[in-house]
């Protein structure tokens, strides 16, 4: 062993020249730090420490942002399931309001609907007493509903209503009627080319024929320019189950049907067009 650190120079006399070199190194490394404290006195510690302090302060703070945003979100997550949960509950027995409703003489189909547009539909029979310029009835999707003349928020909550500015009902021309897309018009989102809508007044009905069903921007007016033929235009809101203002507008057209037409429609002849399979392709995408 003694042999062994003797060919590594690790011997007590090789020893002694090392010791004092690392001595040599100690001295220069003091006399530097010594030079460096005295240039930078101690004012410029006392920053050195205040920034980590502020550093630390700053880790603390996002570490506590953080912390609070998770707990919102797990919160958020279970007021939402929660909300559903009652939602489901609240809804009545088979989907159908429990009252009947005094103008169609039938219950309405609660199935699609919001808890929210419930609950003003409800409040709207007390509240709307007018008469509705017509019923419309689209069969295949079960649609039936008052069709009021104006569109504020009380009419929309109770039926459907003509836009003002597009042709009166009865007149010939193109008649916009609007509805919201969480009540009485969610239906349309399973509408197709070809359905047959039903205008029914004064106890005499007219049928059209589905034509075109496409989405526009909601500055996009153009759906309810004049025609020359008798033209239903239905407008709602789209996505169909978007929170919040929705930012389309869903636009279903039909035309009124002749003798011919009926015999098509009566056969379930659809003939879909490529504007039209555009549209349900992107009502796939959204939904």
Known sequence: MAAEKTRLGLGAKDARPYKAARSRYDSVRLRLWGTYAAATGPNDAMNIARVERIVFAMGLALLTFWGVARLHRTLASRQAIAGFKTEVASMPAGGMSPTTDPILR??????????????????????????????????????????????????????????????????????????????????????????????????????YVIKQIQIVRPEDTSVLSPTSTATL??????????????????????????????????????????????????KHDLN
């Open 106 to 207: 039938s219950k309405v189909d609660f199935k699609l609907w919001s808890t929210n547009r419930i609950a003003a539909y409800e409040a709207s029979l007390v509240q709307k007493k007018a008469q509705p310029l017509a019923i419309l009835r689209v069969p295949r999707i079960s649609l039936e509903v008052p069709v009021f003349d104006d569109t504020d928020e009380l009419t929309l909550n109770r039926g459907v209503g003509r836009i003002r500015g597009t042709k009166r009902i009865g007149q010939l021309g193109n008649v916009g009627i609007a509805g919201h897309r969480d009540g009485f018009f969610r239906g349309l989102k399973d509408i197709a080319l070809g359905d047959i809508v039903e205008l029914d007044v004064a106890g005499s009905t007219t049928q």
């Open 233 to 282: 235009t239905l407008v709602t809101c789209f996505p169909f189950y978007y929170v919040g203002s929705a930012p389309q507008r869903y636009i279903v057209t039909a035309v009124i049907q002749d003798s011919s037409q009926r015999e098509q429609g009566q056969a379930g002849s659809r003939v879909p067009t490529a504007r039209t399979s555009q549209t349900r392709r992107r």
